[in-house]
């Protein structure tokens, strides 16, 4: 078991993020096989850039709204709300409206 406290975690910067503020509260490489979780903090118009990942990536909102957009398809999530994004699958993400958005972001390495 492993336990991680509130105040633990290591701020760092999401490549293709603007308006965000992430904490890694725990990393795959150390912490877990293959789990990384982070905390992301997106100010109102921040977002993330069209990209994708050979990681599986779930994100649980626990506060504000978002609109990730696929490449043929979009979703607006609000507090509760959670999205799978499979590997090799491309997304943006765009905060709506004035509120910041929180969001818990668990990213799995698929072997």
């Not at 709300?81 to 910041?100: H, K, M, N, S």
């Amino acid at each position: 078991m492993k336990m991680i406290k509130k105040e633990s975690g290591n701020p760092y910067e999401a490549k293709g993020h603007s308006g965000c503020w992430a904490v890694r509260k725990m990393d795959a490489a150390k912490d877990s096989r293959r789990l990384s979780i982070s905390l992301s903090h997106f100010l109102p118009q921040g977002g993330a850039e069209m990209s994708s990942s050979p990681k599986e990536r779930v994100y649980f909102i626990l506060s504000g709204s978002m609109l990730v957009k696929g490449k043929t398809e979009e979703y607006r999530l609000s507090q509760g709300d959670l999205i799978y994004i499979a590997p090799g699958e491309e997304r943006e993400v765009q905060v709506i409206g004035t509120e910041p958005v929180t969001s818990l972001v668990v990213i799995v390495d698929v072997d």
